[in-house]
């Protein structure tokens, strides 16, 4: 497997050539795990790599890795390993993240997943079951806020601050995976929040709705009333659109930077020196804080060690429809999740990193294809940027279910050169990549069925799978190039 390297706002491999990258979220939130949730073995990766894919999010949490305190979870640790060989066997790129959400599981009281009850102060708040979604436990959740604080002011547990031994678990992490051919990098922790200061940000929240739905030319007031008396909920819901969503969040901006600047961004770099000390190799996914999941703007600067910029960093943006989570997450509105990610296109270009989306999606029922037209609307998006993407989440029998044809579809994998466009018409049933280089070289790209390749372009088929898929190799020389795949079944 190739190293992957950063050039500006693209991945680059040792050829120069720029890599994309897709794949799944495959996540384990379970509590006192003696070994890792979903059994990834031959015939998963056999599937995984016949259907394009070439990436993980592997979602894993502080409480099954370090159960007490520098207790490393050593049967849990060797099922990892055993995922990370197939993954190196079938050429898939793993991102290690140390997931949270809540902060912690509250040993099964809550409905989070994270730190360890040995990790979690609370000050005597009791977690409690969410009354209709679980991420109201940020909005109202006292337990989640001060277990926050407690983190982001490092105060000691057994005798240690709480980011000291955060930063412990990853250097064993870093120790353990740092020589693996399958490792892209590292993913510190999933959607941070700001604790108690949200309180304030969710106050200001509510009075900029407010006076949006009272005031903005840009919200639909009548069709708010009109939806209401006629219970039409996909109107009221798109009566919001995204080109108001900016207006309302950008009153949160202020609020948001200041825990980017003067806790998140400590917080990098501090796990990434940690990091550094064990190995040079991996990136390190700069992630977003939970309420930027909607449009807020990210404040964080570059990632930086002993005063120097980290060469190996990248953005992973996280975005879901304000309807995530709930069953009207069939209504979710595309112009709006596309709003929120231009948002993150915006740091991106300021950071000058690359990107690997790092969840989107997030449909409960995999097998629900209702809302496969508003996720279309987000892959195009993607291509549109160049960046990759890892879809939430996997369900364990994902690889048979309809989701595959939402997924599984033609994409640049290696190209050896500047990339201008590529994209996917469906009705056509063409793949077109447009690129240009200044030298000769071999690109590869992913076609997801049946195909024959126009303007006599030299192509080789590298590997070929039994639905008609196939990963094909495509020689050129200097200049501009437009590659199209028309597909015949």
Not at 192 to 202: I, R
Not at 340 to 369: A, H, I, Y
Request: aromatic letters at 14%; hydrophobic letters at 40%; proline letters at 4%.
């Amino acid at each position: 497997m190739e190293k992957i390297a950063a050039e500006g706002l693209k991945f680059v491999d040792g050829e120069g050539r720029v890599r994309l990258f897709n794949g799944f979220n495959i996540d384990d939130k379970l509590l006192n795990c003696e070994r890792f949730r979903y059994e990834l073995d031959e015939e998963f990766f056999r599937k995984y790599r016949a259907y394009g894919l070439n990436f993980i999010r592997l979602a894993v949490t502080w409480q099954n890795l370090e159960p007490q305190p520098e207790k490393y979870n050593e049967s849990y640790l060797r099922s990892i390993d055993g995922i990370f060989s197939l993954a190196e066997k079938y050429g898939v790129y793993i991102l290690l993240d140390v997931h949270q959400d809540l902060y912690s599981g509250y040993d099964g009281e809550g409905v989070g997943d994270g730190a360890p009850m040995w990790a979690t102060l609370t000050d005597g708040y009791k977690s409690k079951k969410p009354l209709f979604v679980w991420a109201e436990g940020y909005i109202f959740g006292k337990w989640v806020h001060r277990a926050f604080d407690h983190f982001w002011n490092n105060d000691p547990v057994f005798g240690m601050g709480l980011q000291d031994r955060y930063a412990r678990l990853w250097q064993m992490l870093a120790s353990r995976y740092c020589d693996s051919p399958a490792l892209f990098g590292f993913d510190l922790m999933n959607e941070p929040f700001p604790g108690s200061d949200a309180k304030k940000m969710m106050l200001r929240l509510v009075r900029s709705v407010l006076a949006a739905v009272l005031f903005s030319r840009k919200i639909k007031r009548g069709r708010i009333l009109k939806s209401l008396i006629t219970r039409d909920m996909a109107g009221l819901l798109d009566s919001v659109g995204g080109n108001a969503v900016r207006d309302i969040m950008k009153h949160i901006d202020s609020l948001s930077a200041e825990f980017d600047l003067k806790k998140y961004s400590p917080f990098l770099n501090k796990i990434t020196a940690a990091i550094r000390e064990i190995t040079k190799n991996g990136f390190i996914m700069i992630e977003q804080a939970y309420l930027c999941n909607g449009g807020v703007k990210q404040s964080v600067p570059p990632i930086t060690v002993n005063s120097e910029r980290e060469k190996l960093q990248c953005f992973g943006p996280h975005a879901y429809d304000m309807t995530v989570d709930t069953p009207l997450y069939k209504y979710a509105n595309a112009d709006r999740v596309k709003a929120f990610f231009s948002e993150m296109r915006r740091t991106q270009l300021r950071l000058d990193v690359p990107v690997v989306v790092g969840e989107w999606g997030g449909c409960s029922d995999n097998k629900d294809t209702s809302w496969f037209p508003h996720a279309l609307e987000l892959l195009d998006f993607f291509d549109e940027q160049h960046w990759g993407q890892a879809y939430w989440d996997y369900h364990g029998d994902d690889l048979d279910s309809p989701l595959m044809g939402l997924l599984c579809r033609p994409h640049p994998v290696a190209v050896a050169g500047e990339i201008v466009r590529y994209g996917y018409d469906r009705e056509k049933e063409i793949f077109t990549l447009r690129f240009t280089s200044d030298s000769p070289g071999e690109s590869i790209i992913y076609l997801h069925k049946k195909f024959e390749m126009s303007g006599g372009v030299d192509c080789e088929t590298l590997e070929q799978y039994d639905s008609g898929a196939a990963l094909v190799k495509i020689r050129t020389q200097a200049g501009e190039h437009t590659v199209e795949a028309h597909f015949t079944d």
